[in-house]
């Protein structure tokens, strides 16, 4: 694994970096790196361990093919010295970590040494012994997989060569027999580099992979954190093995109270009703929502006990080698809510199609009834008909404004709008219309800078105001008008409280539909207020008071 060369290999389309060096060096703490230049350490300590072994083995096979064989004491020595240094070797290999390469290079010139020694003083066959170093070879061109490693196979050549022509005085039989064991040398080198260069390849490429997948995890674990529908998986026993913040929101009011094993059918158990009949049929005979009560922690120890309606849907899992369940729990009132905004929107484009198509003949008719009531000044009964077709072709002129407003909802411009003088302007522009001269009243207070279409806040304001003074008593300060802010939101309020009966409950919980009436108005004022305070990211609310209506417009502060 020394590679004093950085090369670069394309695998499966992707460039891959290899290790310069790798076991030249320690890694480095914090790198990106160091896990797996660990594994690589690691592997090439077992691998010298090994070759270790086998130089233990190889000197213990030696000593005892010499028993009786009459050899000089020295091989005797030598073969004792060496096994020694095959021992130690096994326990000091960590202490040479940084220096891998040169630790080889002296084990290379130690092994020829010793066969070089064992040879001469033995006078035996050059070939016998000269072949214990060919899958020494093969490893050094395992770790280097670089001309290294053929440089130490032409030493060992070159080693042997000298030791032959030494020995036997250039005998073309011995020099045949030595260039063959080269041969061997230089061709098992080559082969470890190959089986090194693939194993390293394979090693990128099983690190890339396993990055992928940790990365491809956290991906999956944040998109599934961000849903907003909830995903909970569920054991073969029940037990509740991974739930979303928005499953956990929902089956427990609190997003951080599902701390340990806990079972489906404890926290939830029409849910787990539901699930065991999944798990044991294998199908879900019962497709209907399922009701879920919980308390919301939001709310402190006095929680509120709410309910929620999900739309389960189960698929069966496998969780090592064990049967899961993936449920996918779906807000069945968020989609009825989102379809119902889908038609309304569409509802909204058709009667401004139809509003604009209106309007010209509503003119002519306006226009036409006016010439009629002026001929018949002096026949009651047919100016009594002229002036009703009159006064109704005002309220249907007015529906059709408002229609035409909603098409235009979203094509406002928010501007820096000083709230209460705006109010102020409004309301004075707005009490000879309605004959109300003293009827309004606007509190004192801070001034309060939104972020709002003008267009869409005077039309908002209108609306708001005449409807509480069509309700009220209409009388001197019949009408309050409110405006404050709130710095931790990040909104402004606008509350319109008049004198009034007040909204009946069984109308409250519709007061701001479409076409919905109870004075014979339009139908339209405040859904159109609603409408247009969502277009300008605010909202309409109807508030609580003892006496009256209160209304109250909130509207986001204007960033200073």
Same mark, same amino acid.
């Given at each position: 694994?020394?590679?004093?060369?950085?090369?670069?290999?394309?695998?499966?389309?992707?460039?891959?970096?290899?290790?310069?060096?790798?076991?030249?060096?320690?890694? $480095?703490?914090?790198?990106?790196?160091?896990?797996? @230049? $660990?594994?690589?350490?690691?592997?090439?300590?077992?691998?010298?361990?090994?070759?270790?072994?086998y130089r233990l083995v190889v000197a213990a096979a030696l000593a005892l093919l010499s028993i009786g064989s009459g050899f000089d004491s020295i091989v005797y020595a030598a073969t004792f010295a060496y096994a020694c240094w095959a021992v130690v070797s096994l326990f000091t290999f960590r202490k040479f970590q940084g220096r891998i390469s040169s630790l080889l290079l002296v084990q290379l010139a130690i092994d020829l040494c010793f066969i070089g020694t064992v040879i001469a003083a033995s006078r035996t066959s050059l070939t016998v012994y000269a072949a214990y170093l060919l899958p020494i070879a093969a490893t050094h061109g395992w770790f280097y997989r670089s001309r290294t490693a053929l440089a130490h196979a032409a030493i060992a050549t070159l080693a042997l060569l000298v030791l032959e022509w030494a020995l036997h005085g250039g005998s073309t039989t011995a020099l045949t027999q030595a260039a063959v064991v080269s041969a061997g040398y230089f061709l098992l080198t080559a082969v470890g580099m190959l089986l090194g260069s693939s194993a390293e390849e394979s090693e990128q490429l099983a690190l890339i992979r396993s990055e992928d997948v940790r990365r491809m995890a956290q991906i999956n674990q944040l998109v599934i954190s961000e849903l907003k529908d909830g995903v909970v998986v569920v054991g073969a026993q029940g037990q509740i093995i991974m739930a979303n913040p928005q499953a956990r929101r929902w089956l427990t009011g609190d997003e951080a109270a599902m701390v340990g094993e806990q079972f489906l059918e404890d926290v939830a158990p029409n849910l787990g009703a539901r +699930?065991?009949?999944?798990? #044991?049929?294998?199908?879900?005979?019962?497709?209907?929502?399922?009701?879920l009560l919980h308390n919301d922690?939001?709310?402190?120890?006095? &929680? @509120?006990?709410?309910?929620?309606?999900?739309?389960?849907?189960?698929?069966?899992?496998?969780?090592?080698?064990?049967? &899961?369940?993936?449920? !996918?729990?779906?807000?069945? %009132?968020? /989609?009825? /809510?989102? /379809?119902?905004?889908?038609?309304?929107?569409?509802?909204?484009?058709?009667? $401004?199609?139809?509003?604009?198509?209106?309007?010209?003949?509503?003119?002519?008719?306006?226009?036409?009834?006016?010439?009629?009531?002026?001929?018949?000044?002096?026949?009651?009964?047919?100016?009594?008909?002229?002036?009703? *077709?009159?006064?109704?072709?005002?309220?249907?002129?007015?529906?059709v404004r408002d229609v035409s407003l909603l098409g235009r909802r979203d094509r406002g411009t928010p501007v820096a709008v000083e709230l209460r003088a705006f109010v102020h302007e409004c309301v004075e522009e707005l009490m000879p219309t309605?004959?109300?001269?003293?009827? !309004? #009243?606007?509190?004192?207070?801070?001034?309060?800078?939104?972020?709002? %279409?003008?267009?869409?806040?005077?039309?908002?304001?209108?609306?708001?105001?005449?409807?509480? +003074?069509?309700?009220?008593?209409?009388?001197?300060?019949?009408?309050? *008008?409110?405006?404050?802010?709130?710095?931790?939101?990040?909104?402004?309020?606008? /509350?319109?409280?008049? %004198?009034?009966?007040?909204?009946?409950?069984?109308?409250? %919980?519709?007061? !701001?539909?479409?076409?919905?009436?109870?004075?014979?108005?339009?139908?339209?004022?405040?859904?159109?207020?609603?409408?247009?305070a969502q277009a300008n990211g605010g909202s309409v609310r109807l508030g609580q008071t003892v006496t009256g209506a209160r209304f109250v417009l909130e509207l986001p502060l204007a960033m200073r």
């Open positions: 694994m020394v590679n004093t060369q950085t090369r670069q290999q394309t695998l499966s389309g992707r460039t891959i970096p290899k290790q310069s060096n790798m076991l030249g060096r320690p890694p $480095a703490p914090n790198s990106p790196e160091n896990e797996s @230049i $660990a594994a690589k350490i690691e592997t090439t300590i077992r691998v010298l361990r090994l070759l270790a072994l +699930w065991r009949s999944f798990f #044991q049929h294998g199908s879900t005979i019962d497709t209907s929502p399922v009701r922690a939001a709310e402190g120890e006095t &929680g @509120i006990a709410k309910t929620k309606i999900l739309t389960p849907r189960m698929t069966p899992i496998d969780l090592q080698e064990r049967d &899961g369940t993936l449920i !996918f729990l779906e807000d069945t %009132d968020a /989609a009825q /809510a989102e /379809a119902q905004q889908i038609k309304l929107a569409a509802l909204g484009r058709l009667s $401004a199609s139809i509003a604009h198509e209106i309007r010209n003949p509503l003119s002519a008719i306006k226009q036409a009834a006016q010439l009629v009531g002026e001929e018949v000044r002096d026949l009651p009964q047919l100016a009594a008909l002229a002036l009703m *077709i009159d006064k109704n072709t005002e309220r249907i002129d007015r529906i309605l004959a109300a001269a003293h009827g !309004f #009243q606007l509190a004192d207070g801070e001034r309060v800078i939104v972020l709002v %279409d003008t267009g869409h806040l005077e039309e908002m304001l209108i609306n708001l105001l005449s409807n509480g +003074w069509r309700h009220s008593k209409k009388l001197t300060a019949s009408v309050r *008008i409110v405006v404050s802010s709130n710095a931790e939101t990040q909104r402004a309020s606008i /509350a319109v409280i008049d %004198d009034g009966t007040g909204v009946p409950k069984a109308m409250r %919980d519709k007061i !701001f539909e479409p076409f919905f009436s109870g004075s014979g108005s339009t139908g339209l004022g405040l859904y159109l207020v609603s409408e247009l």
